[in-house]
């Protein structure tokens, strides 16, 4: 697992920095409800993404939470006043207190379903009725692009999948939230080159080959064996999933 304060310096740039948070924006936007108002972005990291939101929509406030120490300064850098530091596990906030909540490249890093479930329960109960969730699904899967990388890495212990689509929409119903919608976008700047693809072998990237483990010198020779050492392979295409939260029936 990588640590995030460490990687809070070059994590901009190290995953397709300005583009990228462009794309994932943009592709959020078009699952928000042009009415909402209140928005929260769960784990917004060093807010890249979050800061495109409002500035792409009049009238939409945005606050981002994030639990990594020097990711929430570098996203109060950008959102000031903005930016809380918080577990998404035990969000500090009210029921109902928001008309959307984003969580993009979070729930594949919770450590088991138990915490996918609390995340979507916290962001179901800040969710007010007729508010809309937002999440990426399906992370891993979205980076085999079919490349002779990924045919290299096809041979790498697994680890469990956590944020399938499947699961978060199960974990979703739990939570009373429903199916709202889906979207992609592109992850630019995020092609692997077998050269980088060793490099991130190497600081603990793929978590089940942690650096030290015997098993990672085979995977990266069979990656410095590959042609194009420094050319990337195709761009990853993220997805993802919109719940909504019914609104509360009118009397009579």
Known sequence: MLDYDEEAERYDAS???????????AAVLDLIPADARDLLDTACGTGIVTRRIPAARDGLRVT?????????????????????R?????????????DA??????????????????????CARVLRPGGVY?????????????????????ARPRSPVHDAAAHVTAHAAEHG????????FRGHGQGRSPRRTIADLRRGWFVTLPPGDPR???????LAALPGQDRPRPDPVFRLRAYRKPPVPANG
Not at 68 to 74: L, S
Not at 86 to 98: N, S
Not at 134 to 154: E, F, P, Q, R, Y
């Open 15 to 25: 995953r397709g920095g300005e583009p990228r948070a462009a794309a994932a924006a």
């Open 134 to 154: 937002v999440t990426t699904v399906d992370k891993g899967a979205s980076h085999n692009v079919g490349s002779d990388i990924d045919a290299v890495l096809a």
């Open 177 to 184: 939230l429903v199916p709202a919608g889906q979207g992609v």
């Open 64 to 84: 981002g939470v994030d639990l990594a120490p020097a990711m929430a300064r570098r996203a109060a850098a950008r959102l000031p006043g903005a930016v809380v």
């Open 101 to 122: 909540v984003v969580s993009v490249w979070l729930l594949h890093l919770l450590s088991g379903p138990k915490d996918v479930r609390t995340i979507v329960g916290e």
């Open 216 to 222: 990672a010198d085979g995977f990266a020779a069979a």
């Open 86 to 98: 918080a577990d998404g596990r035990r969000l500090p906030f009210g029921d109902a207190r928001f």
